[in-house]
């Protein structure tokens, strides 16, 4: 997009910044529960709730104050991961941008600009492991309002020729399975599953959202 630009942060950006990552992050939750109605496990426990105290009881509002509760296990785990993801970033990276990525080495961030307004933002971090350099990809999100115009694909892009430039062998990011438009988005960019593990904070009884790290190999 030509009338959209990708610059480095500014200290007037903060409200925006922390605007689009907090919905960012609250659109994961509906997925998440979603994710844990799929399940055939949570299916199952949600047939016991409405059947057992209808045939130990009769009553049909126990039996819909039991399903009830059963939706609101379901929905606690994911609802709590999202939003423990999103207070921690408040009160840490993104409570001070500037001195958090801009003030260290190897740190950055930038944001889309569209029109005079901020609507993306992306960060790169250092991800040294014992063999190679690397920038891990943090921090992803577009304005929903904003979206299917190119400019995830632009802060990507932001990212992975700052990786060339600094000479690291691959950008490293970390998703999961309940955020299918971001993982589809990083795949049509060139980004490939290198691990999987289950998430620690999902249990068997609510589902299984799967933490993927993608790779993108700079050369």
């Known amino acids: 997009m030509s009338s959209c630009k990708v ?6 950006d903060l409200l925006a910044v922390r605007e689009i990552f907090t919905a960012g992050c609250c659109e994961h939750i ?33 039996s819909i104050l039991c399903v009830i509760g059963v939706l609101i ?9 999202f939003h423990y993801h999103l207070n921690h970033a408040l009160v840490g990276d993104l409570k001070d941008v500037r001195k958090y990525y801009l003030q260290r080495e190897d740190y950055c961030f930038w944001v889309a600009e569209l029109d005079g307004e901020v609507v993306g933002i992306v960060a790169a971090i250092p991800f040294i492991t014992q063999h190679e350099k690397n920038v891990e990809l943090k921090r992803m999100a577009v304005s929903r309002h904003h979206r299917g115009k190119g400019i995830a ?4 892009r932001t990212v992975i020729d700052y990786a060339q430039k600094k000479g690291c062998n691959a950008v490293i990011l ?18 490939r599953p290198s691990h999987t593990k289950e998430q620690k904070h999902i249990t068997p009884k609510t589902g299984r959202d799967i933490l993927v790290r993608l790779r993108y190999d700079t050369h």
């Not at 694909?153 to 990507?156: D, G, M, V």
């Open 73 to 81: 296990i379901l929905w606690y785990p994911g609802n709590q991961f």
């Open 30 to 62: 509906l997925p998440s529960f979603y994710n844990a109605l799929r399940q055939p496990h949570n299916w199952l426990l949600l047939v016991v709730g409405l059947l057992l105290p209808m045939v130990t009881t009769g009553s049909i509002a126990l």
């Open 174 to 191: 970390s998703t999961t399975t309940v955020e299918v438009g971001g993982w589809r988005l990083y795949e049509a960019v060139g980004f």
């Open 153 to 156: 694909k632009k802060l990507c």
């Open 7 to 12: 610059r480095l942060y500014q200290e007037s």
